[in-house]
């Protein structure tokens, strides 16, 4: 994992921030934002890991924003996308809470022990940010 991870850091191409709760300095989860495509695309997937204790309290919303102000911010990117299973609603509300907005169906695309599962892809550019359309600005 270390040596496919490290090497994408470097590059820019792959952020990992753990999420604790403040006042316990416990972790809870982790956002993600890592480059999709080539080198030269300025698309990027945000990714959220919540351990079901803490779901329903915001805090992937909370996240989901300050990632999107990094990646239009600091990195400058064009686009900000995300993949969901149609049915994970935890995991669509916080998207939705930040603006990204739902472009289609990506139908049989994600498959694991439980079964093969429909997604939504959910995505967010530069000029929907600057216009003021992500609420976590």
Do not use: H
């Amino acid at each position: 994992y270390l040596e496919n991870t490290i090497p994408k850091y470097n590059e820019n191409s792959y952020y990992l921030w753990a999420m604790e709760l403040k006042e316990k300095k416990q972790a809870i989860g982790a956002m993600a934002l890592n480059r999709r495509g080539f080198e030269i695309d300025c698309r990027y997937e945000i990714g959220c890991y919540l351990g079901e204790a803490f779901w329903r309290n915001g805090f992937s919303t909370e996240a989901t924003g300050a990632v999107i102000r990094f990646g239009f911010g600091k990195l400058q990117l064009e686009r900000i996308e995300a993949i969901c299973a149609m049915d994970n609603i935890g995991a669509v509300a916080p998207l939705i809470a930040s603006g990204l907005i739902c472009e289609g169906l990506c139908r049989n695309l994600y498959t694991n022990e439980n079964g093969t599962y429909d997604c939504n892809f959910y995505a967010m550019t530069d000029t929907d940010y600057f216009a003021g359309k992500c609420q976590q600005k």
